[in-house]
DNA sequence: GATGAATGAGCATTCATTCAT
DNA sequence: CATGAATGAATGCTCATTCAT
């Protein structure tokens, strides 16, 4: 259901190898893992990218700069598997979201849906805000792509779920928009400084914007809600 | 009118000196500064930000690394001049295809506004794509950040000179929403591979979907168009 | 005793880090950490400060470059940790000097600090007049002013020790001009390149003229010695 | 009677070219000279020897580097101009200084001279301790080793004169030792940063050890003055 | 003569990566 | 398995000097 192909498994060879050497299978293994993956974090968080060095991560992950390298092949390769634990929770917070608008009115369900999707943006421990403002190439990862496709999936569901209401003439290429649109706009606004009422106005004031997209009128109880 | 609070003049800290060294005056000067802004561009066109070093700008650009320092004092300036320079380019377009629609019915206006948008990304001379793909603090710099201000200001006026036709129930934070929406889409279809009709397609079905975040419902001749 | 202020630890402003950036722990390290200072000392021996490079350091000790940024921030701390060697020998050889001369006539004590000193000024792992002709700011460095106010103290104790025989209306300052005008002669001796003889000459006459300064009359023996 | 001997003009091989390129005939030129060489002393008055650049002391000087370079052939024979300035007043000064002890009894004589050896010194239009301080390369350029034959020339000059007071052995050796110690003993007294009241005590005590030196004992009048 | 834009060899320093222990 | 000393290619940038105008 995905708008794009689906390449293969290493990624674009404008970027070196991405998997990690190995994939932790013992406890402590994975705990120097997942030490290394959370150091780069850290770092990118308060850091400038290009700052960002394979030394620094590894006294920051507590571990020495030759362990890392028995985990990783290169310093792409942390920053990818950091993204993609990023996405892999994103999406799994949005399926869980989905579930939860069950019952709802289709407005409050959108509103619902950018709640969480903002809310899981901001999150500390998700460092997706970090990674797009320092390392835009991350955006262009299998991994991150494949997160922005399953997000696409999940509005076509939704769209195909609520085929009463939605009323789209290119179903395909508008959802496509549409899901563009969300995930920008509520990256936008998850990376905003402002009062937390701001951001209260826009994820409700997105809501209904999208719900205008989606259906072509407003929500029950008109312009002035 | 702006969203934001503008900043004192030099930008931000986490950058050094963005400012060039001395503004051409004479013709030569002029052309020698040009072309390593303009051999910059290029560079970062077909490679990665990483990979754009002070000596191949200098050398693209057929002038020594020291002349280089004469016009700039470090590589993040040039970068910050083809960005401001993109821009105001960019703003310009958008500024004169506002003008353009004079006369039109509001639907096409709104399609013309996001062809000329799109092509101006796309234009081979603006390297703004590159810019934003490769070069992560780019977004930040001042004059980037002025640029999309001048945009969602555009947005505002359209707003206010159509205020009969648009209905909008937060008019500030919808319409901020709208031209990030619209911003992001625009350069999301710009940086997309595919044939020329898919653009068409989803600049063509964007403009609806526009059309009906800012007045809540379809444009005169139907969903079918 | 000393005649100065000892200031801080980290070395004056105008100078960015000067200490080295690990203390060699074991012995592999050592090794290398003392073959980067030495080939610092013989090339600033045979060359000009000026032409001193970090790159060339790290080639005459046989190690990278890299190597040697591991041990020392920057140029100017393999100078001075050079400096501080030198000068600790250089004390070291005069306290040792100061010991021998017990139970000699207080004239030819004098003749034999002053022997060593010159001999130890010139000797050829003492790279101290390479350092004072070719490194202006080495003369300002914390360890070289600690050791010269460490060779005025040595002063001011055999002034003390010697005070039945010297007579100095002003101890203090008399014994820090003393001291002063010995050191820069010692080293104007060491400097020169004429005959053993007339080293031999000087030294002798030195003695002759230090004795005069602290007791105020010719040494026993004579004028015509 | 210059105890080394005299080299032929144009200085050692380990230092380029250090003559001016012309000297100046005209009233312009002489001008032009003149703030070239005395930008250069301000300058290094007030920084670091390695961040004199000659581009920076074109722009002190109001002139371009083009001109500059009409006059001088590199950068060392700035220095070198400025040296040379600066030694030809300070062997001026002791001339005077020494027709001016005419009449005075010798221990005053002395104390006249280092009196004015150190105002000369300190005196702000003479760089010579910057000089000292910050390129003690010029200690080995000809103009200074010159002026420093001079001075222990008037030393001896002195000596000769006053051949009924003075009593030393070797007078030739012992002569350049006293006007050595003196040059740098003065000289450590114009780069100390204390109170005036200690400058004046040090000079008093030096002229007393002096004394002693070339007599063999204390002036009368007794120690204690 | 004077100018100052242009030059480019050369320097200090970084950092991803390897490999002997 | 883990370590961290060692590597060295590569980078940003300076500054003495030249030469066309």
Redesign the pocket.
Same mark, same amino acid.
């Given at each position: 259901m995905s708008t794009t192909v689906r390449r293969a498994a290493p990624g674009p060879a404008w970027l %070196?190898e991405l998997e990690p050497r190995?994939r *932790?299978?013992?406890a402590? !293994?994975h705990a120097?893992f997942a030490a290394i993956v959370d150091a780069c974090g850290r770092l990118l968080a308060r850091g400038r990218y290009?700052? +960002? @060095?394979? /030394?620094? =991560?590894?006294e920051r992950a507590g571990?020495? =700069? %030759? @362990? +890392?390298?028995?985990?990783? *092949? /290169?310093?792409? !390769?942390i920053v990818a598997a950091l993204a993609a634990e990023s996405c892999r929770r994103l999406v799994v917070r949005m399926h869980e979201a989905v579930e939860e608008t069950a019952g709802m009115a289709p407005h409050a369900g959108v509103e619902h849906l950018i709640e969480a999707g903002v809310e899981a943006l901001r999150a500390p421990e998700n460092v997706f805000t970090a990674l797009v403002r320092e390392a835009p190439f991350v955006l262009r990862l299998p991994p991150v792509q494949e997160a922005r496709e399953a997000l696409t999936d999940l509005c076509q569901d939704i769209r195909t779920r609520a085929s009463d209401t939605v009323r789209l003439p290119e179903p395909q290429a508008d959802t496509w928009l549409i899901s563009q649109m969300l995930f920008n706009a509520m990256l936008e606004i998850a990376l905003l400084d402002g009062p937390e009422a701001r951001r209260a106005l826009l994820q409700r004031e997105l809501a209904r914007l999208t719900f205008r997209m989606a259906v072509g009128c407003d929500p029950p109880g008109g312009v002035s809600e």
């Open positions: %070196g190995k *932790p299978s013992q402590r !293994s120097t290009e700052t +960002l @060095t394979t /030394n620094a =991560i590894a571990v020495s =700069i %030759g @362990t +890392l390298y028995e985990y990783f *092949p /290169n310093r792409e !390769s």
